[in-house]
């Protein structure tokens, strides 16, 4: 069974001084726009400076003056981005970028990116950029183009793991596994003390978990399937100084990392990536909303053959 | 300006007792076959055993007992082999064998893998099976199942360089540039002595040539605007003995290998390749038809960032 993990991604920051989306919206404002992609509530954690939803599809996350929202399979994400600006209006929102990852199965998805940037033109100016090769992983990123510049101590950052290791595929595909033994598999109560938790594990397979500490965030979502096993997790803490603990855990066969504003990205990457991950691609460009982004895929060499995937001829379906 | 060079790939093997494809099928039959898939005969080559067509997309070669026919861009190919059946009747067939490269733009294709052999699916049974990474280069390959069993004797490959050098890039994208000019750039009078050529250079980019020598061929499709450069190299010749030299003349910053029944493809790869190209996926098996399918693909390790490529945001076509 095929899942597309590959996510969407929009960020919307608002002007604090006219609307806070934490006290001025209701949960029912959020239900709304997250069924505008075909995504539903699953749950809900916050404080006072987090709301942090679990969804069918990933997560939203609300400050007061930002919104991020994660959707991967078949979700039109750009739909609530939509009806975000429609709801709110233009005069409110000071910067939209919209993300998204070359997918699986691009020739299943309900829109392409550039069906997705058209859509959002019909309301603001923007630029696009591709960071990563076209024949390899890549993120399309658009940006509202305005007078907005970001601040640079807004960092953010996304492992993404692919091909993981075939035991841990299989215990994450256990049947009847439970949210506390993925939280214990993947060491979190160490690795993010002092975190909220709210987690879910999905049948037949799939496990998501939003985790937050005052501004603080990171979330996983995992598609633990072998066939096309994908592990995102996103956070505005530094993953990359985490990456160690998740590749040890994981032990995929190719990582992404991508990181806004991470100047020391590099040093860092140098630091602490095991040395058996090689470099495949490196990219890198500052933005006009004056974010930093940084772009890297790394791989594990292979010196064996892997045998040849069999495919079933009768689904006919997305998968193939 | 964007072009999908990815390639679809079928072979097909007659039974020569019942019908030579070299003497009873008249070109008319091959005109209307290609046109099946929106392709159409650009011009024409032969020698006793082999007859060459070079194709708006791509290419068709013909020899007594079988068909290799590959088509590039938004075509349809597994039409032509309905088209095929239909005409000569799975009576006179051995053995159909469909391949299907992952594509830059999967999104904007008139069908999928899945979709093409649920096609070839009404026609004969058959097997698929996926060489590489579904995160990375692969390929589909679909075979017929039957009593057919391939000969070891019968080889082929395929060399695939995916961005190739920026000056390379830059030399076979300049105006009125010779189809002369292109042979003399890949040394092909040097690298294929005593075959004869065919070749085309296609507007605004793009470069084919068919090259036959008795049953050996050779054929080479260039897309190469550095935004989605790809070269396609197949051959019934031992291309990863010539790799050395296509891979100085392009410099490409990643490469797949494929072949077909060479036993020795471990050997030569390690023999040929330059040592630089590190091997990110390496996939074999032996298909029940008796074919030996081997896949690889190297990359170039990266030090330096690269800037994200801009992209039109008015460009809402195929291409995002």
Redesign the interface.
């Known amino acids: 069974m095929f899942f597309e993990g590959s996510e969407k991604k929009a960020e919307i920051i608002v002007d604090a001084k006219q609307i806070s989306l934490m006290n001025d919206l209701a949960d029912s404002f959020w239900q709304t726009l997250v069924q505008c992609c075909n995504a539903h509530i699953l749950s809900m954690i916050k404080n006072d400076d987090c709301k942090a939803f679990l969804l069918s599809e990933s997560s939203l996350f609300i400050w007061h003056d930002r919104l991020l929202i994660i959707t991967c399979g078949n979700t039109r994400l750009v739909h609530s981005v939509e009806y975000f600006i429609q709801q709110i209006g233009m005069a409110k929102i000071k910067q939209i970028s919209y993300q998204r990852k070359n997918e699986?199965?691009?020739?299943?998805?309900l829109s392409?990116?550039?069906?997705d940037?058209?859509l959002l033109?019909q309301y603001t100016n923007?630029?696009?950029?591709?960071?990563g090769?076209?024949?390899?992983?890549h993120n399309?990123?658009?940006h509202q183009e305005n007078d907005f510049q970001a601040s640079k101590a807004d960092k953010s950052y996304e492992l993404i793991a692919?091909?993981i290791c075939p035991k841990v595929s299989e215990k994450l595909t256990n049947v009847g596994l439970s949210g506390k033994e993925v939280r214990e598999f993947l060491q979190l109560d160490r690795l993010l003390a002092g975190f909220i938790f709210d987690d879910f594990v999905f049948e037949p397979f799939g496990y998501s978990i939003n985790a937050i500490k005052g501004k603080q965030f990171l979330t996983i979502h995992i598609t633990p399937q072998a066939?096309?096993s994908?592990v995102s997790i996103q956070a505005n803490i530094n993953l990359i100084a985490l990456a160690p603990d998740f590749l040890r855990i994981l032990a995929p066969?190719?990582i992404d990392l991508l990181s806004v504003n991470e100047e020391a990205f590099?040093q860092l990457t140098q630091q602490y990536l095991p040395k058996e991950y090689?470099?495949?691609?490196?990219?890198?460009?500052k933005l006009s909303n004056n974010n930093l982004?940084?772009?890297a895929n790394y791989?594990l060499?292979?010196?064996?053959?892997?045998?040849?995937?069999?495919?079933?001829?009768?689904?006919?379906?997305?998968?193939?």
Request: net charge negative.
């Open positions: 699986y199965f691009a020739h299943a998805q392409s990116f550039g069906d940037i058209a033109g923007g630029k696009a950029f591709r960071f090769e076209l024949d390899g992983h399309y990123i658009f692919y091909q066939s096309s994908y066969k190719s590099n090689i470099s495949k691609s490196l990219f890198q460009k982004v940084s772009f791989i060499p292979q010196t064996v053959f892997s045998d040849a995937e069999s495919l079933d001829v009768n689904d006919a379906s997305h998968a193939l």
